[in-house]
């Protein structure tokens, strides 16, 4: 059980940094350094600019949080709405 419970908030990700980082504007203007956490590099979700993204921050350091979701963007899909066909590179 964790000493305190982590905060957690809702944001744009505003710049891609090196090493897995990024710079993420929260909802209340707050800007964060968030790395990407270990399920999102297991299942190999890619992030980029103008995403948007749910962050976990510890209370003992508000500008240092770990990014744990990536909220579906529905424009994003492609016309007719279906995924594009998986073909296999070797």
Do not use: C, Q, W
Request: no cysteine; charged share 35%; hydrophobic share 40%.
């Amino acid at each position: 059980m964790a000493k305190e419970e982590l905060l957690e908030f809702e944001g744009v990700v505003t710049e891609v940094l090196p090493e897995a980082r990024f710079r993420v504007k929260l909802a209340n203007e707050h800007m964060v350094i968030a790395y990407t956490a270990g399920r999102m590099k297991k299942s190999r979700i890619r992030t980029i600019a103008g995403d948007r993204v749910t962050v976990e921050i510890s209370p003992y350091d508000l500008d240092k949080a770990r990014l744990v979701y990536r909220h579906a963007d529905t424009s994003a899909r492609p016309a007719g709405g279906r995924p594009r066909p998986f073909v296999r590179r070797r």
